[in-house]
Nanobody, 121 residues
Framework: QVQLAESGGGLVQTGGSRILSCTSS????????MGWYRQSPGKERELIAY???????HYADSVKGRFTISRDNAQSKVYLQMNDLKPEDAAVYYC???????????????WGQGTQVTVSS
């Protein structure tokens, strides 16, 4: 049973930066494909970044060039460095263990509790 716990959310000004982290337990982390999602009120949860076991990364167009996903296998953590934050980045951010096949990320049933990011204008 994989367990995930996000941290690092909070209030940040427009143009500011924030780093989120997600700690995994209950599995061999280096074998996991990891993703970050976000969900804002009234919107569907969206995949914004994921990282494969070989450290290949992929980003949604909405965050490309501003956000960076990385992983530390020794610490069983995945990070999301967020720069140049905009009001539309405000959301609850979730990490997820996924599967990658047919060149697509597929979310699993394993989610963290989420961490809120608020961006003030």
């Amino acid at each position: 049973q994989v367990q995930l716990a996000e941290s690092g959310g909070g209030l940040v000004q427009t143009g500011g930066s924030r780093i989120l982290s997600c700690t995994s337990s209950g599995s061999i982390f280096r074998l996991l494909v990891m993703g970050w999602y976000r969900q804002s009120p009234g919107k569907e949860r969206e995949l914004i970044a994921y990282i494969l076991t070989g450290n290949e990364t992929h980003y949604a167009d909405s965050v490309k060039g501003r956000f960076t996903i990385s992983r530390d296998n020794a610490q069983s953590k995945v990070y999301l460095q967020m720069n140049d934050l905009k009001p539309e980045d405000a959301a609850v951010y979730y990490c997820n263990v996924g599967r990658y096949y047919i060149n697509t990320y597929h979310p699993s049933e394993y989610w963290g509790q989420g961490t809120q990011v608020t961006v003030s204008s």
